[in-house]
């Protein structure tokens, strides 16, 4: 049944499937859109919707993480971002929402990200997202990870979001005493979301680190170049549905911890919020659909962490473009264009309701046809 | 032997395939084609060719309803659109020609549908085409199918069109009394239609409330969103393959009830029509197609119902477009143009006399190939 | 192994591939491009290249036939064209070449050939080939193959070609007395080739006729549109195959009869050449890449003999274009362009070399990869 | 398991997957990208990364060759190109890189590269490489090989390329006595590597010739027209599996003969090296993506070999771009484009990292996915 190829004697593969290569099938009764429930919680943490922001500079600033914790969503704010190099990066980012796509952008990234992290102003940030009284989040790169936990835990953080393109379990080094995700999560009492992964095997090293929540993906979109760079390029309906398999027996292993999975990549409109979840996602992550949102902290240009890396980066630059709306009518509508990129989880509410299912959890069961057409 | 397709462990899809991705195979002998019949009937109504009109403004008017039943086919007007909620609409539908594809047309359509629906003047435009002395038919959507159905009966239609984007057999509802199909259709004395609906559970589910005739698709074509909206997109051979599975099981568990599968979705020209039957159809439901007749209503501009949704509008609008010619030379040709958008009905039968068969309920059985190129 | 899937329940169709889909595996020797030959022979007629004009006006003249012919391949003159209507078509073909591609097209092309086809012109016309000292072939319709049997034949053709888009063994009709092929086949003393057909039963049937070849495919390029219009698209590789195991299966019931298989559609460069004689082909028919030869009859311009049906038409119009070259230099080379479109048959003849085959009955075994990126 | 297709009746072909059609994933640890080797060793040379260079003119001129010795790959002369043709070819490669792409060009090429080889020059080539202290390495063509030889080993080489589009290890001729690859390589005392090759079995013979290191694939890239020229395409993926399984079974037979696989096509980013290589590929074959360093002779244009054969050119002409920076710089960076074109092997080794994995031979078990999205 499972579609594996031999590419040639020997080598086998997986076949894999990307979130537009499905599609849902609604199989049973219809239900009234008002009787169903969007609403997702992650350990003590209650949301309206099922939406993580990435945590890119271009989407998260400490006033839109805000935002969309008021909004129901949580926000994500990077510790390795613009907002804990400078003091005041706004006319940073004013500059950026001006530039259009060429390689020169790439060289102004670098220019810009090259400014060291300053510790104290990560505590600052962390600190006006909590006098906001939203869920405060924020997120560490492994590798500095261990160096900026001291801070952002006294700063005091609900979640803790450790995310690289591709984070694992065991992380091999000869020079430094790398992170050890297990004892590092052992030793916190705050529940921590890890990632990417990208199937099966790496989604359970994960769980079994003790994460609250595990990352499937490396947030590719049509702007991300992880591909064409190393190769590697995860079919999201397969990596969320691999992990899904991983979350039920990790389930099983431990009788009864459900780790939580929070899809990155491949989701730009509500219709894709619905096959994520259908394919067993608790949560989406959403970049760059947000930086159409009115006040998005780059005037609506767009880029990946990735992007800015100094010796290989990762990431075309999508330039500033006009908002669609406001954050709450991206997330919640009214809609005014048909092209599933406003209202997202309205889209959302409706391709359950039309399914007949009652809430997020029964939804991830929902009929699926293959199509590549 | 079925194409089914495991995405992650546990996680089991069909695949689908598009009327795109099949093509007729001719493989006996062939027939002249003055000796091929395309006349269909539904219940007690007999058709010249098995052509029903996708109840869209655009494209059905009372006038143009009436032409297409002069001409053959089963015309059916929206009981929710403009003619229902102004006394003249022609003044918008004027205006609606005139627009061009962008965002604020979204906006104008909702604007223009936000005015309430008139009960008399659903019972007017109803008398109308009963005066023409063509087949009456006239659509409503599920939700406001009690509430209409009064004034609808009263007015006296021939064949009723229960439709929306999904619908099913058990609608569930906190609030409201939903619409209990199977009661309903008991008790009327005249043919229903019910859909649309995605594969062979719901096509039979359907079916089992009584209806005549069951819409197979959501009526996607290229200005549709739904599956961007939604995530719901509905590979048509596929679809219809499922249906006919349901209507011969059907057939059978009834001991000979035979009920109608109307295509609704991808079906743009004359070899898609042929397709569709193909695949098992019994007639298709046709929409942009008939907005390129001369005398169209919307001077060939199209969108579909759910484009003025208020919240979450699907279907991209279509900008006005010069006619291809009279609605009778879509129809039955001649063609002055060789892309399969004119004599619509003429090259079903050419298709029919090149793989030999007489009649549509024959042809239901012609080999296919499946291509994907 | 057959790749055939079940669209729905009880609805089966093969998995068909182009030639496009298709490529040649050199897996043995390579041999010197100077020791393989390409020469084909059908019945007592013997050809430096397994080449055959398709019967388009806009590249078969008399002229032109005749220069096929003495530069070694199958000119083939349509009975039923502008040549056989008109005492001289040459002011119309220049009108036709200055025309560019729009619906007028389509319109004009039906005008002119509205004109009566003029027997006496259909002999005259084949005496001029006859005199030429070439090999002498016309095709005419299966509709008007009995009606202009007698003066082709008495005007003295050596090769009959009966050619629709799909022919069948046993054509039905309730008004007219249909054409027997089995019958008019075994009252000839002369080699017919009959076609289009798509698969191996309607080959076998073909073959059964008497047929010493037989027309594999309906002339697709891509200025076809007899997908859109009738729903039938061939993918090639597989019909080419499907026919190939027809002829293997009639020679073997009929204790040697070997029936030649000509490929019609799909076939534009010389990598297509070389594919479609891998699938088992024993010769191509060319159609638009003749019309690049300098002194094709139509400048450049190119259209299917169904373009101009008056009812239904089928298939785009090219615009006249440049010359490549001589049909000489087309046929052998060199090619002063690197895209496969000159040197065809130069190109087959490397591709046999670097196989390591010496002659084309060998060819077809070569080791073929299915590649559908 | 192996995906083989009946595409008629007794024709078998199997399914061939392009290295777009896969994508590596990440299913272990992942390692600090400082603890990882690109370092390569073939026969008693060693190189810092597994790069040889094709031997186009369009990226090797001897400055060229050295330059990339020097930088850590092994360049390659083509001993039948135009510096061994003419005494100072650099003003025809200024003329080249002004060119812009049409037929022309193609004709310039053929004009030019009709100049006969001269055998003193290509001994001078050689010392000129010998001089410089890097790895020499020359190519010819298997039909020049006996006669070019002598000039070649004299002038001092330390590995001989000998390379066709398709190299046999039986070629056939009824004229010449053509090169027996086995007794050539059997006499010689230096490491030979041959090539290109598409399967299992012509790598396998290609082996048994006693070859060190074997070229998979024809160099076909997105200017390639071997395919329309000749149906010759390789999907590289697959080649690349069929290949290493040839290397393991030669390695058994042979008791412990090791052949190097030099992957040659498709190959035009980090992430195509990091795919090659996880196949099955030993090194990669880099040809235009060296066309748009600094310096490249031909000032950013590209051609194949093939591009300029007199009569059958296959390969269309890339005119000049803008260089993106220093060779040092697209194969170490620092990258300032995200597009995977610079720091070619810094990609690759982040890659290999982020799978957890030391070194070349170990990645060649990375995990894959097959994705034809």
Redesign the interface.
């Known amino acids: ?18 979130l ?13 859109v ?2 169903v429930s969007t609403s997702w919680q992650l350990d003590a943490y209650q949301f309206q919707i099922p939406c993580v922001a990435h945590p890119s500079d271009a989407t998260m600033s400490p006033a839109t993480a805000i935002a969309l914790g008021r909004a129901g969503g949580l926000g994500v704010l990077n510790a390795e971002g613009l907002w804990t190099r400078y003091e005041d990066p706004s006319k940073l980012l004013a500059e950026l929402s001006e530039l259009s796509e060429d ?1 020169q952008v ?2 102004r990234l ?1 220019e810009v990200y090259s400014e060291p992290i300053v510790p104290t102003l990560v505590g600052e940030r962390i600190r006006e997202l909590r006098e906001a009284g939203v869920t405060v989040a924020v997120r560490v790169s492994p590798q500095h990870t261990l160096a900026l936990a001291p801070v952002v835990l006294d700063a005091g953080v609900d979640l803790l979001v450790v995310q690289g ?12 005493e ?1 992170l050890n995700l297990k004892e590092f999560i052992a030793d916190l009492d705050l529940p921590v979301i890890v990632g990417g ?6 989604a359970l090293h994960l769980m079994r680190t003790g994460a609250a929540g595990v990352i499937v993906g490396v947030g590719a979109d049509e702007w991300s ?11 999201m ?9 991983a979350r ?1 027996d990790y389930l099983d292993e431990t009788g009864g911890r459900y780790v939580h999975l929070i899809a990155d990549g491949d989701v730009e ?7 994520a979840l ?3 996602a608790d949560a989406v992550m959403l970049g760059e659909p947000l930086s159409l949102a009115a006040g998005a902290p780059a005037g609506g240009a767009w880029w990946h962490s990735a ?1 800015s890396h ?7 630059f999508g330039a500033g473009e006009e908002p669609l709306g406001s954050l709450e009518q991206l997330l919640y ?8 990129t406003m ?1 997202l989880f ?2 959302l509410r ?2 359950m309701a ?1 399914c ?1 299912y009652r809430d997020l959890k029964e939804f991830q069961k929902v ?7």
């Open positions: 049944m499972r579609d594996s190829v031999e590419i040639g004697p020997g080598k086998v593969a997986q076949r894999g499937y990307h537009s290569d499905v599609a849902i099938v609604p199989s049973r009764r219809t239900r009234d008002d009787d390689a790439t060289r670098q393109t591709i984070v694992s379990a065991e992380h091999v080094s000869t020079n430094d790398p992964c990208t199937n099966y095997q790496t170049t992880t591909d064409r760079v190393l190769g590697i390029r995860v079919p309906a397969t990596a969320i549905a691999d992990a899904a398999a039920r409109t509500s219709g894709d919020i619905a096959k259908g394919c067993g992007a100094p010796k290989l980066p990762r990431g075309a509508g009214p809609a005014d264009r048909p092209d599933g209202n309205g889209g409706r391709a039309k007949g009929g699926l046809v293959i199509d590549e057409g």
